[in-house]
């Protein structure tokens, strides 16, 4: 079957599916789409659409149930060494090995992939270039922080100049300045080799960027075409609301619950509300409505939220914390080192009893280190640190009684069950009888869990990953939450659900500490510290730091306007 001149890739009636335990797991069902060359085109769909299993079927990784798919004019079902040999691909976790140095994993891929001795020089200086790598060459891959890991790795599956380029999600936990990085790179790709790009991606900012886009949603296509065919027909109903009589939060959660409204989401100084109908929400004494243009965001929350099950109580503890006078949390000319190098260095700041604080920074800028000296996790090497009233240099264990943590990586326990997972936490924080058997109920319930209570943990998506993540760490009802990028990788929607629970936790009167690499989720916080090099850069509310990063240039920066012109500020200082 020969492909069209116009098309990278073409599937037709394509199916795959999986069994995991005693569930049977359809992940693409009879989809058909095609790809066409030169552009990018963005895959786009919430946890367990089929984006991942799409991907490893086009390079020729899996073997599909019934459909063809064909890839570069090649059938990559039945030539899938041809495909592999002709694209480049780089999986969500693309298998750079740690302790080889960047070029000697350039070496490695050029010899899997067959590149001549004599080419390679001017290959690797060419990709170093590209990927602003050259001055880190002799180091170890596993030394580079997150933002270079990825850099790398694209650098790797380029090692010979494909004519097709498959990216999944190469963006995940990685900071925005490495975000824009990334995708000059993709764009250089295209604009100057006429490389065809599939990208998938959980941020929807970066499906504005693409050419086209396939909208995927339990298994299925439920759109094609350019950004603008989902925008369009929200014209006229995205609204900007401010209120000068309650809070953000306060706010959003008020307008959540209004009749004709889907969406309620914080964004800068106001909230953004798209409506069912084009009309604007009833409006209340104190209450400014402005009409706003729609966003590609705002299409695929509406197109998918009436197909999604969202539970997120209005009260998850069942009590509200008494409101605490004094800090919380309290860091001190804080430091931590390894050996000579200072990961966290003279890093002070506080956080009140109820508040959400967010802690940004640029990979490897020291926020996850600091996040464990907090919980206790990793003791400091210099300053003072108390948490709930306590020194945690002297009592961490009494502090960490109060603590929740929901770490960077997935950190639960991968060979339990989702229930089994539950039980040991409850059990760890000493929860037994009735008090225990109530807590394993309520989440359950308040994380949909039932359905997959008998799951392995290790195969469950990512959203239920993280459900599950933030339900181990209430168990125990904390009065303090440390939310270590949390919502890294999960669609929209899943943070939605997330950021509401966060939300109604922080109106109960528990102290939410909390790292993202996504800018839009620094607006829900009520102040921000950002850090580089393990310093803190600066320290205020979103509309304090963005309003420092306005410029002739800038007159309305968003958040990572400012987070990208800080950064870049201190790495030319």
Not at 12 to 26: C, H, P, T, V
Not at 223 to 246: D, W
Not at 293 to 306: S, T
Not at 526 to 546: F, N, Q, V, Y
Request: include cysteine; glycine fraction near 8%; proline fraction near 5%.
């Amino acid at each position: 079957m020969q492909e069209s001149v116009n098309r990278a890739i073409s599937a037709s009636n394509l199916s795959k599916s999986f069994q995991a335990g005693k569930r049977r797991i359809e992940a693409l069902k009879k989809i058909s789409f095609e790809v066409r060359r030169g552009i990018v085109t963005g895959l786009i769909g919430p946890d367990s659409a089929g984006k991942s299993t799409l991907m490893r079927l086009a390079a020729g990784l899996l073997v599909p149930d019934e459909g063809s798919i064909i890839v570069a004019g090649m059938d990559a079902t039945r030539e899938s060494l041809k495909v592999q040999g002709t694209i480049g691909y780089m999986p969500q976790r693309f298998g750079l090995y740690e302790d080889l140095t960047v070029l000697e994993n350039l070496d490695l891929y050029a010899d899997l992939q067959g590149v001549p001795p004599g080419e390679r020089p001017s290959r690797y200086e060419a990709l170093l270039n590209m990927a602003s790598l050259s001055p880190f060459k002799d180091r170890l891959a596993g030394n580079l922080s997150g933002g270079m890991k990825q850099k790398l790795g694209l650098a790797c599956a380029l090692i010979r100049q494909p004519s097709l380029l498959l990216l999944d999600e190469p963006t995940v936990g990685v900071d925005p300045v490495s975000r824009r990085e990334l995708w000059s790179i993709v764009y250089r790709l295209v604009r100057e080799n006429n490389t065809s790009v599939l990208l998938s991606t959980a941020y929807l900012d970066e499906a504005e960027r693409c050419d086209e886009v396939i909208l995927l949603h339990e298994g299925r296509v439920l759109q094609t075409g350019c950004p603008e065919s989902l925008r369009e027909p929200l014209k006229g109903r995205i609204f900007a609301v401010k209120s000068s009589a309650m809070s953000k939060r306060n706010l959003q959660a008020d307008l959540a619950r209004k009749p004709g409204v889907i969406d309620a989401l914080i964004h800068g100084d106001h909230v953004r509300v798209v409506m069912e109908r084009k009309n604007p929400p009833d409006p209340e004494p104190d209450m400014t409505v402005m009409p706003l243009a729609p966003r590609f965001e705002d299409g695929f929350v509406a197109m998918l939220k009436d197909k999604r099950e969202t539970v997120a109580a209005d009260e998850i503890f069942g009590r509200s914390l008494p409101l605490q006078s004094g800090p919380v949390i309290e860091l001190d000319q804080l430091e931590r080192r390894f050996g000579n190098f200072y990961a966290v260095k003279n890093v002070s700041f506080s956080v009140s009893g109820g508040e959400v604080f967010g802690l940004l920074g640029a990979n490897g800028a020291g926020k996850s280190t600091t996040f464990r000296m907090l919980c206790g996790l990793l003791q400091p090497s210099n300053g003072k640190l108390r948490v709930a009233g306590v020194d945690l240099r002297h009592a961490a264990s009494k502090a960490r009684a109060k603590i929740g943590y929901m770490s960077q990586k997935f950190s639960l326990y991968s060979n339990l069950s989702v229930l089994e997972n539950l039980r040991f936490f409850g059990s760890a924080y000493g929860l037994s009888g009735k008090t225990g058997s109530d807590r394993l109920d309520w989440a359950m319930e308040e994380f949909s869990l039932s359905s997959v209570s008998d799951t392995v943990s290790g195969d469950l998506s990512l959203g239920y990953k993280q459900r599950l993540a933030l339900a181990c760490a209430l168990m125990h009802e904390p009065e303090i939450l440390f939310l270590d990028e949390p919502t890294s990788g999960v669609d929209p929607l899943a943070r939605r659900e997330f950021w509401h629970r966060i939300n109604t936790l922080a109106s109960n009167g528990v102290t939410v500490m909390v790292t993202t690499h996504f800018m839009e989720e620094a607006e829900y916080c009520d102040r921000l510290a950002i850090m580089a090099e393990g310093s803190i850069l600066t320290l205020g509310t979103p509309s304090e730091i963005k309003a420092g990063a306005i410029s002739e240039h800038l007159p309305e920066p968003s958040m990572e306007d400012a987070f990208v012109e800080l950064i870049r500020s201190r790495e030319k200082s």
